[in-house]
């Protein structure tokens, strides 16, 4: 087996700031092993970890792109942080991807870096994070990155996508806050640059994960078992009820970047240069809700009811960026102005499914009811750029579209519980 490279740094006592390491070559297969990294440790490469717990108030940092990977659970409550590019020389921010068979849980936060703000040429992407799991609970924050600023004439970099793919729920719902963040796209360079894109934020649920949720749902809860468990079974009855679905996260994609005012004409080129584009919002998708369990079966007493599916996802897109205005006539009692620059879209917004009712247990126990819908929210299109001054002046940008909205589905009813079976 290729031996792994594990790429690690301490803090500065001194001056405070990080002082990375050379890569140092493992003669063994990547780490395999439980793991808390101290405060202030660096990180990136391909990681193998039996699982990972960041602890309260340490900060574990990313410096190359990272591929972490784990046999059970990831438990951050701190903080782990993608360097931005320009310390880091780079052009493009570090990106994060995290994958459990079980349960990624994050209490504390995840943020991505910011790409480089460039000289010349197009500006640095921001971090991208994705997160793998048959279960993924944020009830910090995973913000992608943002997207540097463009060089001279130059777009600007993209936001980066923060992306779950597996259930993707809350503890504790609340419309107001978003969890799930795409970064926000640079805007363009001087003059005449176009914005870059704003970062995706979607909550996906495959197949594959989908299945494993449902088989090995009793593995995540104890694994989870030091925080409160989703879908604890309730035992205030004598015939316990199910336990409800656990509410899905809300998502909101990142603004696309502005464009730039572009060029005023000059004496050789006496007529004024277009404005940069806005660029648009890519989408949000909210988590789909986890379903109810089903009541415990007490024949001959009445059944435990199913347990009530959770609330879908919401979803908000970001805003599409504005264009630049048209450059100035060289004169412009006799030169034409530059056309504005084109005004970017929003993204499309799509509310996470609701949660399944559970069924209730025999004899005839109630059943469950379905989640509720989260809310769907479009942002707004970017302000098309004005044409420049000039005679003629300059004509003002396309405007921007606004995306679709497409509410969440909702999840079924349970089945009342059947009757107890005949006794010979």
Avoid at 54 to 81: F, H, K, Q, T
Avoid at 165 to 172: A, D, I, P, S
Wanted: aromatic residues 4%; glycine residues 26%.
């Amino acid at each position: 087996m290729l031996p792994s490279i594990l790429f690690l740094a301490v803090v500065s006592s001194t001056s405070g700031c990080a002082v990375l390491s050379e890569p140092v070559t493992e003669l063994q297969p990547a780490i395999s092993s439980r793991e808390s990294f101290e405060s202030g440790t660096v990180i990136g490469g391909r990681l193998d970890l039996e699982s990972l717990w960041i602890a309260p108030g340490s900060v574990v940092w990313v410096e190359s792109d990272l591929d972490l990977r784990v046999s059970e659970v990831v438990r951050i409550e701190g903080l782990l942080v993608a360097f931005d590019a320009a310390p880091l020389g780079f052009l493009d921010a570090p990106n994060i991807r995290i994958t459990s068979p079980l349960a990624i849980d994050v209490i504390g936060e995840i943020r991505g870096g910011r790409g480089l703000d460039a000289a010349s040429g197009r500006g640095g992407n921001g971090s991208a994070i994705q997160l793998s799991a048959p279960l993924v609970l944020i009830d910090g924050e995973v913000r992608a990155g943002d997207g540097g600023r463009g060089g001279a004439g130059a777009s600007g970099g993209d936001g980066g996508d923060a992306n779950v793919e597996g259930y993707f729920n809350v503890r504790v719902s609340d419309e107001r806050r978003f969890t799930l963040r795409g970064g926000r796209g640079g805007d363009g360079g001087f003059p005449g640059g176009d914005g870059g894109w704003g970062g995706a934020a979607i909550a996906h649920v495959t197949e594959s994960f989908a299945i494993a949720y449902l088989e090995n749902s009793k593995s995540i809860s104890e694994a989870l078992a030091d925080f409160s468990a989703l879908g604890a079974s309730s035992t205030a009855l004598s015939c316990p009820a199910g336990g409800n679905g656990g509410d899905g996260g809300n998502s909101q994609s990142g603004d696309g970047g502005n464009g730039v005012q572009g060029a005023d004409g000059t004496q050789s080129s006496p007529i004024g240069k277009k404005g940069g584009d806005g660029r648009a919002s890519r989408d949000a998708t909210g988590g789909d809700a986890t379903s109810g369990k089903n009541g415990s079966d007490c024949c001959p007493d009445t059944g435990g009811s199913g347990g009530s599916g959770g609330k879908g996802g919401s979803a908000q897109s970001g805003k599409g960026g504005s264009g630049g205005k048209g450059g100035r006539g060289y004169n412009t009692a006799q030169d034409q102005g530059g056309d504005g620059g084109n005004a970017g879209d929003s993204g499309s917004a799509k509310g996470g499914k609701s949660g399944d009712g559970g069924n209730g247990g025999r004899h005839l126990g109630a059943a469950g009811a379905a989640g509720s819908a989260g809310s769907v929210t479009v942002g707004s299109p970017g302000t098309p750029g004005l044409g420049g001054e000039g005679s003629p002046g300059g004509a003002a940008g396309a405007p921007g579209s606004p995306g679709t909205q497409t509410q969440s589905s909702i999840g079924a009813t349970g089945s009342q519980g059947g009757p107890c079976p005949q006794q010979n």
